[in-house]
């Protein structure tokens, strides 16, 4: 999600941090003080409450240790750790380049991602990586972020994030890439154009983009567009009949950071099995707030490697969707960090 606008002075000048928004808008409702560390400077905020004070940065709290913030940024560590805990990750390896070892892991799991190793968010990963001119062209993206690169099997299925807040899980979504839904009236230029228009939402914490644009007259866009199209049988032009999905990403060897994705809340639909290893994967990293992507089949169902695996674990997850999801119930995620951070 992206801040676009605001018309108020509720917030200090040039607060643009969609988080800390959030974290400012809710403390001045539960009777919190919250304000900058430093005037100008969005990195730290001051929670003061009666005669406690406590600084945060963002949702990584004062209670995080340093060694676990260094785990959360080396994915190798971090899986190294879960899987000495049991839980199911992925098979994977780091390498520095292209070469044997990478060409022999494509050829042993057929399907791979392939992300830096210390990066933040979605920047340099390729997903769905199948042939060696993919795997080399995914490797140079990777290593522009990072001397080390991650090889890991792809996962087929559904793609969450669970948020762990003080050992509960606090909220759970679904994400996927965007896609558009017929009405058997409108053609699918009308239906992304509608798309478009519903992405910008109105807000306490002001203007916000739940998604970027999806381009229609940009003549790569446009290509790239038409080709996932035209996989499904339809054009632009086409009136798909009601209820009938039609997808705008392909995400076979594409470059994650580029897609446009929704978020729906499924926070009821986790399996109690599954948000007890949520609970254990932050504890095992001693994450008190961690996001933690999981890519299975389905939710509901116990996670075993089989059936799905965990990605990533972070400790500065975003709680934005969690407020504003495109579908399903807001979660007042918000409210549980500030109890906890003041109170517990």
Do not use: W
């Amino acid at each position: 999600m992206n801040f676009m606008s605001t018309s108020d002075s509720v917030f200090p000048k040039g607060m643009k941090n969609l988080q800390n928004r959030l974290i400012l808008h809710k403390a001045r409702e539960m009777g919190i003080r919250c304000e900058p560390l430093v005037d100008g400077c969005e990195d730290f905020l001051k929670l003061s409450l009666e005669h406690k004070q406590v600084i945060i940065n963002k949702t990584r709290t004062h209670r995080l240790p340093l060694i676990a913030g260094l785990l959360a940024k080396n994915k190798q560590a971090c899986n190294l750790l879960l899987q000495e805990q049991g839980m199911p990750v992925p098979p994977h390896v780091v390498v520095t380049a292209m070469g044997q070892e990478a060409e022999a892991f494509l050829g042993q799991h057929g399907s791979i991602v392939v992300k830096p190793l210390d990066a933040s968010s979605s920047q340099g990963v390729t997903l769905d990586v199948r042939t060696d001119a993919e795997l080399n062209q995914a490797i140079q993206l990777a290593a522009g972020f990072g001397s080390g690169i991650l090889l890991q099997q792809y996962v087929i299925g559904t793609d969450y994030r669970v948020l762990i807040i003080n050992e509960q899980v606090a909220a759970v979504n679904q994400y996927r890439p965007v896609y558009v839904t017929g009405n058997g009236n409108s053609s699918v230029r009308e239906l992304i154009e509608m798309l478009n228009n519903s992405r910008i939402m109105e807000t306490e914490i002001g203007r916000v983009e739940a998604f970027p644009e999806i381009e229609l007259h940009h003549e790569l866009t446009n290509v790239r567009l038409l080709n996932v199209l035209h996989k499904q049988g339809v054009s632009l032009d086409d009136v798909p009949s009601g209820g009938k999905e039609i997808e705008l990403y392909d995400l076979r060897n594409s470059a994650a950071g580029k897609i446009s994705e929704y978020y729906c809340d499924c926070t009821h639909d986790i399996h109690p099995d599954n948000a007890r290893m949520m609970v254990q994967a932050a504890r095992a990293l001693q994450i008190d707030v961690a996001g933690i992507d999981v890519r299975c089949k389905d939710i509901r169902v116990p996670l075993t490697s089989a059936q799905g695996g965990i990605l990533e674990v972070n400790a500065l997850p975003d709680l934005t969707h969690h407020v504003y999801p495109h579908g399903g119930t807001t979660r007042d995620v918000v409210r549980q960090y500030l109890e906890y951070v003041c109170h517990s």
